[in-house]
C-alpha cells in the first residue's frame, strides 16, 4: 500500500511541471533556461524504518534545463537495517523553483523490513525508488547548493523503506545566470 501511494504522490506532483520550462522566456520568445553546472557533494541521511543514520555522497548531471541524472550513494549506520544503498535517478524540476521530483533504481545492501519486521541476514537487492527534493531557486547564484531530499525504495516482496536526506552541493562550474527579469 505504501508503494502505491508513493508513485501515486510522486505522479500528481509532477503533473504542475510542464509549463514551468517557459517560465523564463528568452528574446525570440523561447525558453531561455541554462541548465546548472554538474555539482558533486556530501550528505546525511535518516532511515525512518530502521531508525538509523547515515552517510553519502552525490553527483548531479544536467540533461536539460529542466532534467538531472542524480547517482548517490549512502552507508546507513544499523545494526538492524543498516548497510548501503547506490541510486541512479531521473529528476525533473516542479513548476514552484527549487523543487523536484524524481525517479531511477536502486542496488541496495541491507536488512529489508517484510511486515515490519526486517530480513536476516542482509541481502543486496535491485528496487526502485521515488524522490521529492528542494534546493535554492535558480535565482539564487550561489556555487553551493544545499538541499532536502525524501526517498522512498521499493523492492518485489518487502514494503517500501523511507529516508531523509539533506545535503550540500558544490557546483562544478560557473553557476548560470540569473533569469532576465520581466519588462512591466
Not at 4 to 18: D, I, N, Q
Not at 70 to 92: A, E, H, M, P, R
Not at 176 to 182: A, C, I
Request: glycine share 14%; aromatic share 8%.
Amino acid at each position: 500500500m505504501q508503494c502505491r501511494v508513493a508513485v501515486l504522490s510522486a505522479v500528481l506532483l509532477h503533473l504542475p511541471a510542464a509549463p514551468a520550462a517557459a517560465q523564463y522566456p528568452g528574446g525570440s520568445g523561447g525558453p531561455s533556461r541554462i541548465a546548472p553546472p554538474p555539482a558533486l557533494g556530501v550528505r546525511g541521511s535518516y532511515d525512518f524504518d530502521g531508525g538509523a543514520f547515515g552517510a553519502g555522497v552525490q553527483f548531479r548531471y544536467p540533461l536539460a534545463p529542466m532534467a538531472e541524472v542524480s547517482i548517490t550513494g549512502d552507508y546507513v549506520f544499523g545494526d538492524t537495517t543498516g548497510g548501503w544503498q547506490v541510486n541512479l535517478d531521473l529528476t525533473s524540476g516542479m513548476m514552484l523553483p527549487g523543487l523536484y521530483l524524481g525517479v531511477g533504481g536502486a542496488l541496495a545492501h541491507r536488512a529489508f523490513l517484510l511486515a515490519d519486521i526486517p530480513t536476516q541476514p542482509k541481502r543486496t537487492k535491485i528496487g526502485f525508488t521515488v524522490l521529492f527534493g528542494g534546493t535554492l531557486p535558480p535565482t539564487v547564484r550561489s556555487p553551493v547548493l544545499p538541499y532536502v531530499e525524501v526517498r522512498w525504495t521499493m523492492v518485489s516482496g518487502y514494503d517500501a523503506q523511507a529516508a531523509l536526506a539533506l545535503g550540500l552541493n558544490v557546483l562544478l562550474g560557473e553557476p548560470p545566470p540569473r533569469p532576465p527579469r520581466r519588462r512591466r
